[in-house]
């Protein structure tokens, strides 16, 4: 006789990807049921995602993590279900559908959770409206890129010529108005022009785009056209006696021509020139004016560090001024005059090493810092000697150095701003370099003395990290606030201070402003 059958065993198959079987549609009992698959009553009930299933939703959605293997009988808890489909605070606006919000909530467990939530909304707001204003100051990416293929093998012909005059003349450039038509709409850009004996890298177009950073968009070689006149070239701008060509075809030679769309108006070095009158009717302003386009320097070295680039000679003379664009209501709530331009870092080389030294010799650092462009080391020299300019206080190489003086020029108290703006240019012309802040510590000591905390906030309270963690969080919501109201027509349209404002908070953290402010106060 045959032997009976052996017993069949019963296999478990590990969880796979979900697949639109016959069960994906089944409508009954819902537990238990199979893997992952979703019930679809489930996605119906309140506080339940969207009906599109989880592998449906577009790629930018919260995606499912992976788990260990599990039988097919095994029931799947629904908080897991829940927190697999829940968007992150990042992903929430005043428009998730409420589904995928009571998602979210059910799985918060305390109050504190709502409250991080809302935090992690904030931040990623602010992030969202940084951005927006940038590109309301440096122009789309896109259209940049366009306007860089449309110059493309173009000269002066291409060109039109709005003033006979540079425009400004820094201490390696002059600068001319030209215009240049593009999609129908008459552009404005500068063409420079290096003075001889002062060369711009390619490097520069290299660099991508930043607030503080020169941008170019073009290029080309051809000598000057006759109608362009550079100061004190009067006699070679005149006609040769046969009258055809100017004579000045025999001394200049053909000129590499940069095309920059942002059109500087002066230097650094014509507004401090200007502004001695400002400093003395309005110190507050005119200081934390001089707060800002310090922090613009800052940000603009941090860039280029990033980028291993290096600057070419950082004095007021090569920071070039230009203005914003601003909305006729911004233009009504401040003077012209009193406006804070953006500030352009022009001239760049290519470093090999930026490995910040620490010297035990003195007086070869400094002299090295100032004179070896490529050491970081001249960054935060060069930054310290410009807060002393700008603050309208002589300063002389040897007295920076301290090499027959221990002390370093007075700096007035005339504002709220005097006494931080004096210790930031101690620490950045230390005598040891190992004690001198960097340009990143620089700039957050700006941002302090810009925006808060102010010592009065440690007046009353202990100096700790959840006092300084909430008044972060505090600050950045009632920015947003402000942001709102303004939107509204209670204020000014954002501009560039709003921006520098929320690079600052979009990054702030309590750990680096307990730092700061142990450095500071």
């Known amino acids: 006789p045959m032997p009976p059958p052996l017993p069949k065993k019963q296999l478990q198959r590990a969880e796979s990807l979900p697949e639109q079987g016959p069960s994906w549609h089944h409508r009954g009992n819902p537990a238990p049921w199979a893997g992952s698959i979703p019930p679809l009553h489930l996605q119906h009930e309140e506080g339940a995602p969207s009906s599109i299933p989880p592998w449906n939703r577009p790629s930018w959605g919260p995606k499912k993590p992976l788990t260990k293997s599990r039988s097919l009988g095994e029931p799947v808890a629904r908080s897991s279900l829940q927190k697999a489909s829940s968007p992150s605070p990042a992903e929430l606006t005043f428009r998730t559908v409420d589904g995928e919000l009571g998602q979210l909530l059910q799985s918060l467990e305390s109050p504190s959770g709502v409250c991080g939530v809302v935090l992690g909304c904030q931040a990623a707001a602010l992030a969202r409206l940084s951005a927006c204003i940038q590109e309301g100051l440096v122009g789309p990416e896109e259209r940049q890129q366009l306007l860089e293929a449309e110059l493309a093998g173009k000269g002066w012909a291409a060109l039109s010529i709005l003033d006979r005059e540079p425009c400004c003349e820094s201490g390696d450039a002059w600068y001319f108005r030209v215009g240049f038509t593009f999609e129908q709409t008459q552009l404005v850009f500068a063409a420079k022009v290096p003075k001889l004996g002062c060369t711009s890298l390619g490097v520069q177009s290299s ?88 922090l613009q320097v800052c940000m603009g070295l941090e860039h280029l560090q990033v980028q291993n680039v290096g600057r070419g000679d950082l004095c007021l003379e090569n920071l070039l001024l230009v203005r914003c664009p601003c909305s006729p209501r911004s233009q009504q709530s401040k003077e012209a005059s009193l406006s804070l331009p953006r500030l352009l870092i022009s001239s760049f080389f290519k470093v090999k090493d930026k490995q910040r030294p620490c010297s035990t010799s003195q007086e070869q650092d400094w002299t090295e810092g100032l004179a070896a462009p490529p050491s970081p080391a001249a960054d935060e020299l060069n930054v310290g000697m410009l807060i002393y300019r700008i603050l309208h206080v002589d300063i002389s190489l040897e007295n920076a150095l301290g090499f027959r003086s221990n002390r370093l020029p007075e700096i007035p108290s005339l504002s709220i701003y005097s006494t931080g703006l004096k210790r930031l240019a101690m620490l950045l012309l230390h005598r040891d370099p190992c004690k001198r802040v960097s340009i990143e510590q620089a700039r957050s000591i700006l941002q302090v003395l810009l925006w808060g905390p102010r010592q009065e906030l440690f007046a009353r309270s202990k100096k700790t990290l959840t006092l300084l963690r909430s008044w972060v969080e505090v600050k950045r919501a009632l920015l947003l606030l402000q942001f709102a109201e303004n939107s509204a027509g209670a204020g000014p349209s954002p501009g560039l201070e709003e921006w520098l404002c929320c690079q600052y908070f979009k990054e702030a953290t309590e750990h680096t402003l307990y730092q700061v402010t142990q450095a500071l106060y």
């Open 207 to 294: 660099l991508g785009a930043h607030c503080s950073i020169q941008r170019l968009i073009g290029r080309f070689t051809d000598r000057l056209p006759r109608e362009l006149v550079l100061p004190g070239s009067s006699g070679q701008q005149s006609r040769s006696p046969s009258g055809e060509e100017p004579a000045r075809l025999a001394t200049h030679p053909v000129l590499q021509i940069l095309i920059s769309p942002e059109v500087p108006y002066q230097t650094l070095a014509g507004f401090v020139k200007e502004s001695h009158g400002l400093h003395r009717t309005s110190p507050g302003h005119y200081e934390r004016l001089a707060c800002l386009l310090l």
